[in-house]
């Protein structure tokens, strides 16, 4: 078997207050994107472990934001996911604060992945965190996920639209079925990381 781009993952802490943000010690890379999106999947599959990060099909499971220590030299880190219309007011200031207090600080955020379901077109609220991002000089690079639920024709014409609203910005698929993609996604994140 050829060996995994990661080798060695554990789960590392789950933060819910601004103030526990863990300091900066390794590189890190941050996911996020609408609840439900496909974060845990994808942390799960790019580091070959199966339960490491909560999979639901429950929307807005991931409710703090869960670091992961990989190969014992950088930070996964997943961040709640967003857009759950079931969240009260109270919880959507609670994540926004969380989640903005992440961002602006961690001196070792090295890059950002953006989850976008490949689905559907962009949706506003999308726009908006990539455009937060954009703001406040954070790189990331956008992943359009579940690419396993539409035709190869529809996926091309995802990745060239996308591409055209974020032209300075790396736009792939991803699919928790497609190995290559796990792979080439694996490496794209190290490169980022080393
Ligand atoms: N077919 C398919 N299903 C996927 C893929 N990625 C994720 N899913 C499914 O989508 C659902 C949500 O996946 P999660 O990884 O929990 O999503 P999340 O973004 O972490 O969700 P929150 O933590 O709630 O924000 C689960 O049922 C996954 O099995 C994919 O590439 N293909
Ligand atoms: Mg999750």
Redesign the pocket.
């Known amino acids: 078997m050829a060996t995994p781009v990661f080798q060695d993952a554990e789960f590392y802490i789950t933060v819910t207050k601004p103030e526990d943000i863990v300091k900066p010690v390794y590189p890190e890379i941050a996911f996020i ?1 609408r ?7 994808l942390i799960n599959t790019v580091l070959s472990r199966k339960n490491l990060a909560r ?3 429950t ?4 409710r703090g934001i869960n670091y992961y220590l990989v190969d014992r030299k950088y930070f996964f880190v997943d961040l ?2 967003y857009g759950f219309a079931k969240f009260s007011k109270t919880e959507r200031l609670k994540w926004q604060n969380l989640i903005e207090s992440y961002l602006t600080q961690s001196k070792n955020l090295r890059i950002i992945c953006l ?1 976008i379901d490949s689905r559907h077109d962009l949706m506003e609220i999308d726009l908006q965190m990539a455009r937060w991002l954009q703001y406040h000089e954070r790189p990331f690079f956008i992943a359009l ?2 690419t ?2 539409i035709s190869k024709n529809d996926l091309n014409k995802a990745i060239k639209k996308y591409k055209e609203y974020f032209p300075d910005h790396h736009v792939f698929p ?4 497609d190995k290559k993609l796990i792979k080439s996604t694996a490496l794209f994140i190290k490169k980022f990381l080393s």
């Not at 609840?35 to 999947?41: A, E, L, Q, T």
């Not at 991803?174 to 079925?177: A, D, E, L, V």
């Open positions: 994107g609840s439900n999106v496909g974060k845990s999947s999979i639901s099909s929307p807005g499971k991931t709640p996911g989850l996920t579940k396993d639920k991803f699919s928790i079925k």
